[in-house]
C-alpha cells in the first residue's frame, strides 16, 4: 500500500492564480482530511469528508474548496490565491472518524 | 466538544534525561487520546494511542503515554532521550462516540542537546 499520497510537493503560485492540491488514499478509508500547517504553528482544519460526496467545513474553509466523488480521491481547490495561503497542507484519511489518522508527505505552497 | 492543551511549546532536555511533554483534553464521553510525531519537512506519524483499554499505552521508538481520567491527561514520556527524538509532537483526542474528527493539540517542539 502506497498509503496517502499528495502531488505536488512544492509549488509557487501567483496572486490570483488557482490550483488543485490532490490527495489519495489506497486504504478503502472513508474519512478524509485536510489541514494546513503555518510555519511554528499547530494543524488547522480546512476540510474534512466522511465519506464519497460528503464533505464539510473545518475551522479555515475560507478561500478552499473541496469534492470527493470517490473514496480515494479527496483534492483540495484554491480558486485566487493569496499570500496569506502561504503554508504546507497536509491531507489525512482513517477508517473511522475516532480513530488515529493516516497522514500524507505534504504539499509546501508559496503564494507570491 | 472535545479540545487539546499542550503545556509547553518547546521542551529541551539533554541525552540520556527523562523526556516528559505533556497534553491536557477535555471531552464530553470517553475520549481516544494519541499522540503523533512530526520530523522536519514530513507529515506525522502515529506515536500511541489509547482507545478505552489499558491506560499505560506504549508505543514506538520507547515512548509511552499514561492516560489518567481524573487528571484529564495523556502526558508522554521516555525514560532517556536520542538526539533522533528531535522533533515536534502533536497530541490528539477524539471522541469515541463521534464519526467526525480529531482535535490536535497546537504542537511542542522537542529539542535533544548533546
Known amino acids: 500500500n502506497a498509503g496517502v499520497t499528495q502531488t505536488p510537493k512544492f509549488r509557487i503560485l501567483k496572486i490570483g492564480q488557482s490550483m488543485t492540491l490532490q490527495c489519495t488514499q489506497d486504504m478503502n478509508h472513508n474519512y478524509m482530511y485536510w489541514y494546513r500547517q503555518d510555519p511554528g504553528m499547530g494543524l488547522k482544519l480546512i476540510y474534512y469528508?466522511?465519506?464519497?460526496?460528503?464533505?464539510d467545513k473545518g475551522e479555515v474553509p475560507n478561500g478552499y474548496n473541496v469534492s470527493r466523488s470517490t473514496t480515494e480521491d479527496f483534492p483540495l481547490r484554491l480558486e485566487l490565491a493569496a499570500p496569506s495561503q502561504t503554508s504546507v497542507y497536509f491531507c489525512?484519511?482513517?477508517?473511522?472518524?475516532?480513530?488515529?489518522?493516516?497522514f500524507g508527505p505534504g504539499t509546501r505552497l508559496t503564494v507570491l | 466538544a472535545q479540545s487539546v492543551t499542550q503545556l509547553g511549546s518547546h521542551v529541551s532536555v539533554s541525552e540520556g534525561a527523562l523526556v516528559l511533554l505533556r497534553c491536557n483534553y477535555s471531552?464530553?464521553?470517553?475520549?481516544?487520546l494519541f499522540w503523533y510525531v512530526q520530523y522536519p519537512n514530513q507529515g506525522l506519524q502515529l506515536l500511541l494511542k489509547?482507545?478505552?483499554?489499558?491506560?499505560l499505552v506504549k508505543g514506538i521508538n520507547g515512548f509511552e503515554a499514561e492516560f489518567k481520567k481524573s487528571e484529564t491527561s495523556f502526558h508522554l514520556t521516555k525514560p532517556s532521550a536520542h538526539m533522533s527524538d528531535a522533533a515536534e509532537y502533536f497530541c490528539?483526542?477524539?471522541?469515541?462516540?463521534?464519526?467526525?474528527?480529531?482535535?490536535f493539540g497546537d504542537g511542542t517542539t522537542l529539542t535533544v542537546k548533546p
Open positions: 471531552s464530553s464521553v470517553p475520549p481516544y
Open positions: 490528539a483526542v477524539s471522541e469515541s462516540t463521534n464519526a467526525g474528527k480529531s482535535t
Open positions: 489509547y482507545t478505552s483499554a489499558a491506560t
Open positions: 469528508s466522511v465519506g464519497a460526496g460528503i464533505t
Open positions: 489525512a484519511s482513517t477508517l473511522r472518524g475516532r480513530d488515529e489518522q493516516f
